[in-house]
């Protein structure tokens, strides 16, 4: 098939050639008319004045016709070497204006929904998760919420944004915002050894020394307190039993079988006993000696948030359960629930898993999350979880009333009602916002006092930058949660919030949803800015 010819460019070469040949016909045009000059006109005139008009008037014809054909030629080529000079760059500068045009295109809301939308797509593709839901507030107001998949296999109930499902460890922000608050009414001492607040925990040692735990420790992982695994304590017993290698051997054995075995399928993670206190919770490893010096080492474990409901309780005198849902529905967080079987909680979704071959989708075993509620024992929804990322965001944010270049204006505007309190202090937020552990190998994951941040970074000159976010995500029985907070600074500022939250869950168990809530709120930001700019 003869390729299409399209008629409507022409290169500069061809240009110049035309010029060029326009050029060199104008210079013999100048010439034939000097001989036509020569020959037709002034050649008469030599008969009767012997010779010399015609010289004279020969000279001033050559020399007419010389300077014509000259300066036409001069002005053809000076205009040419301009149009050569200037063309290029005049060209070259409007494609690279078109090319940012393109490249900077604002996307519109719509737009930036639709690549969104295909981000968390792939996510619950990839993981073959039954249903997926997504949230996404910018400046305080929600602007997306959906739906993928199935909230409901069986029955064929699609997943939406009022689906209540398990957040699991995005419980340990919620109750640090709890305990946040008391610690800034002066009612809870962080820094006091837990027994001061939960005298029936055992006090514990390391190598014999009397060591203390605190609440500051405990928020920050950094307690010492087991997580889910305990073949620590089966290496510890077989240390101390090496004279009896038979029963040795079948410890380790034993052992080698927890340590192959995945976090989901841990014993702990499945328990069904349903416990009546926080108090009688803490059963579960009170008496487990710790696995390292209290604030030596950061190990995360959900056991240790339990402590910390347990010394919340002690402190505002009522039950954890009760308190929290409380403070919940004060944040305006009206679907928010303990993980219990028994009440009716409507839009509840179910929740699954693969069986041992990993290939099949099944329903998830029956557990009770009683022994964790403050670690990973919450139902919410992602409006619920946007509404917290708001009042952290906001609290985060509001122009604290206690500096003195803010106090006036704070006092006038409080007195109209148009500005708020935080539910916390700024300087509260920013203290557990800031980065006190480092998380894992990543170099740029920190964990503060109950959230994972994300500090601002760029390690070369035009290289991956890393922008400063606090989260959390959540792994449990039949659910996998993330929630992201994305300010646009770390400065306080008017109208309040101003940033990005962004919230996912799934019904399945396991899943990674970090990576495509960061590519999430990225777009978002971007589109937030675009709009400032254009305002």
Request: aromatic share 8%; net charge positive.
């Amino acid at each position: 098939m003869p390729q299409k010819i399209s008629v409507g460019s022409v290169s500069k070469v061809d240009k110049f050639k035309d010029k060029m040949v326009v050029g060199l016909r104008l210079i013999r045009c100048s010439k034939n008319c000097r001989g036509y000059v020569y020959r037709n006109i002034f050649s008469g005139a030599r008969q009767y004045n012997n010779g010399w008009p015609t010289n004279y008037f020969k000279k001033i014809a050559a020399n007419v016709c010389i300077a014509t054909g000259i300066g036409v030629s001069a002005l053809t080529l000076y205009t040419l070497t301009a149009e050569c000079k200037q063309s290029p760059q005049t060209e070259e500068k409007e494609s690279t204006a078109d090319a940012m045009k393109v490249q900077q295109k604002q996307l519109s809301l719509e737009e930036t929904i639709e690549r969104a939308r295909d981000i968390v797509q792939r996510a619950k593709d990839e993981t073959g998760s039954p249903g997926l839901v997504v949230g996404v507030s910018i400046n305080g107001k929600t602007v997306w919420a959906e739906g993928l998949g199935y909230a409901d296999i069986e029955n064929r109930i699609k997943m939406s944004p009022e689906t209540v499902l398990r957040i699991a460890s995005i419980s340990k922000p919620i109750t640090m915002a709890a305990v946040a608050k008391q610690w800034e009414l002066g009612k809870l001492d962080l820094d006091k050894p837990v027994q001061f607040y939960v005298p029936s925990f055992p006090e514990k040692e390391i190598n014999g020394i009397k060591v203390n735990i605190t609440t500051r420790q405990l928020v920050s992982h950094m307690g010492g307190i087991r997580h889910y695994r305990k073949n620590y304590l089966k290496k510890n017993k077989e240390t101390d039993e090496k004279a009896n290698a038979s029963k040795n051997t079948g410890q380790k054995t034993k052992n080698k079988a927890e340590e192959q075995l995945t976090e989901m399928e841990l014993d702990e993670y499945f328990i069904t006993k349903s416990f009546q206190s926080v108090t009688e919770s803490l059963s579960l490893f009170k008496d487990d000696p710790l696995v390292h010096s209290p604030g030596s080492k950061f190990l995360y474990s959900s056991h240790a948030w339990t402590l910390i409901s347990a010394v919340l309780e002690a402190v505002v005198k009522e039950p954890f359960e009760k308190h929290i849902i409380k403070m919940a529905k004060e944040l305006g967080m009206d679907h928010t629930y303990l993980d219990e079987n028994s009440p009716l909680i409507y839009h509840r979704g179910r929740h699954y898993m693969k069986d041992k071959s990993g290939k099949k989708l099944i329903n998830c075993p029956y557990v009770d999350l009683s022994y964790k509620w403050a670690g990973g024992g919450l139902l919410s929804t992602v409006s619920d979880l946007l509404q917290f990322g708001n009042v952290m965001l906001y609290s985060y944010q509001i122009p604290s009333s206690s500096s003195k270049q803010n106090s006036a204006k704070n006092s006038a505007v409080n007195q109209n009602n148009t500005v708020k309190p935080g539910f916390l202090k700024p300087e509260t937020v920013k203290s557990l916002w800031a980065p006190l552990y480092k998380y894992g190998k990543k170099d740029d994951i920190f964990y503060g006092m109950g959230w994972f941040v994300n500090e601002e970074n760029q390690k070369y000159g035009q290289g991956k930058q890393t922008k400063f976010c606090v989260s959390h995500t959540g792994n449990a029985v039949g659910g996998s949660s993330v929630l992201l907070i994305l300010p646009p600074s770390s400065k306080a500022m008017d109208n309040p919030p101003k940033g990005v939250v962004v919230a996912i869950i799934v019904n399945m168990i396991s899943i990674n949803l970090d990576p495509a809530a960061r590519d999430v709120a990225e777009l978002f930001e971007n589109y937030y800015l675009g709009q400032d700019e254009s305002a």
